[in-house]
Each structure stands twice: as structure tokens, then as C-alpha cells.
């Protein structure tokens, strides 16, 4: 039984870690300049009803702004998204990632000037048990597949990429200290919304997870 103890004792110290995420992550992401960022709130979302005394996948999301001579313009929401843990089963049999019995923190971007907890399906933003995304049919893979891209049927996928709604995903176990998180995290996060070139937007040694979509774009 020590080892029941021993795997709560590790849920319990990790969601404790996780909880102070949001008052530290609008300092770690350090807006460069041309860009602001609100602070982060957790998202309606963090709770499953079916397992409310446990985190299995929580997000907490802050504005991005592009600043301006008079006022700032909201351009899209920032997420981050604790997938600690997956139980939905895929609908397509395909083989498993290697990250898919990893926990990690997604990275997401949603573009608009009011987007909301209202205005994205956070099943768009999960993954299966095998570690590919829920809705993989509606993603296109950039960056080796570092990076993807979510597109509704008949949206182009050759936009700013301020204008665009992605996310990566990045193992917890690839971040134990807040320079990890800045360079798997928040350095590719800032470099996508730069329109940094393809192919320079993740380090070589990048421990971002990998999806091998069907569909696929070197922009």
C-alpha cells in the first residue's frame, strides 16, 4: 500500500506546483516589446465532473495584446493546459506516440479580438490515450510537427500566425526549473508570434512533442 501513498503524495505535490502557475506564469512568459499579456485566470474548464477531487486536465489562460500608440488591441488568448493524465480512448486506431504515457503542458494560441471560455471547445485542446489530439482530423502539422495548427473545414492555414489558432505540447519532466520553462515554453510560444522563419521557431534540442499528421506544412 506504501506505493498508493507514495503515487497520491506525488499528486499532491504536483498540483500544488501547477496552482502556483498562475500568479508566475504572466512573469515567466515576459511580453517582448510590441506585445502585452494580462494576467493568467484559471479557465471554467479545470474541473470533470466526474473526478472533481482530482486535476487530470486543467488550463489557465491570459490575453495577448498588440500594443499601440493610444491603446492596446486584444489579438487572441493564451493558454496553458495541464494534461496530467488522459482516459479518453481514441476513435481511431492509430500507434501510440512516445509522449503518450507523459504528463505536459500544452502551449496554446487562439486568434481573435473577444475570444472567451465560450468560444473554443476545450475537447479541441486534449488528447487520447495513445497521445494524439482528440479532433486530430482537424489539425495540420508545422515545424516536423512540433507545432499544429487547428483549422475549421475551409480555413487556409498559410495566415500571420497571430491570426491562427495552435498550440505544442512539452513533457513536464523536460521543464524542473523556470530556465527549462522559458526555453521549451516561452521562447517558442513568443518566436511562433513573431512569424520567426520555419524551421528556427523550436531549438534543435527541443523536447516538444512530436505528431505525425496526415496532413502536414512546412509555413
Known amino acids: 500500500m506504501s506505493n498508493v501513498y507514495n503515487s497520491f503524495a506525488n499528486v499532491v505535490k504536483i498540483t500544488s506546483e501547477l496552482s502556483t502557475l498562475q500568479q508566475s506564469a504572466r512573469d515567466l512568459f515576459q511580453a517582448p516589446e510590441a506585445y502585452g499579456l494580462s494576467s493568467f485566470a484559471w479557465t471554467p474548464h479545470e474541473k470533470s465532473a466526474e473526478h ?3 486535476c487530470i486536465w486543467a488550463a489557465i489562460g491570459a490575453t495577448v495584446f498588440a500594443e499601440g500608440e493610444k491603446k492596446n488591441k486584444p489579438i487572441g488568448r493564451l493558454l496553458l493546459c495541464m494534461d496530467l493524465f488522459r482516459q479518453t480512448a481514441p476513435a481511431v486506431v492509430r500507434t501510440a506516440l512516445p509522449h503518450s504515457t507523459e504528463s505536459f503542458l500544452t502551449c496554446v494560441f487562439i486568434a481573435g479580438n473577444n475570444v472567451t471560455d465560450k468560444t473554443y471547445d476545450p475537447a479541441s485542446l486534449q488528447f487520447t490515450t495513445d497521445g494524439w489530439p482528440v479532433v486530430a482530423d482537424l489539425f495540420v502539422a508545422h515545424e516536423g510537427g512540433r507545432l499544429i495548427q487547428y483549422l475549421e473545414p475551409g480555413e487556409q492555414d498559410n495566415a500571420d500566425w497571430t491570426k491562427r489558432a495552435w ?4 513533457p513536464l519532466s523536460a521543464m524542473p526549473d523556470r530556465d527549462h520553462f522559458r526555453k521549451e515554453l516561452v521562447d517558442p510560444f513568443w ?6 522563419s520555419p524551421g528556427t521557431i523550436f531549438s534543435e534540442s527541443s523536447a516538444a512533442c512530436r505528431f505525425p499528421l496526415a496532413r502536414s506544412s512546412v509555413g
Open 52 to 54: 472533481e477531487w482530482v
Open 167 to 170: 498550440l505544442f505540447a512539452v
Open 191 to 196: 518566436s511562433t508570434m513573431k512569424n520567426k
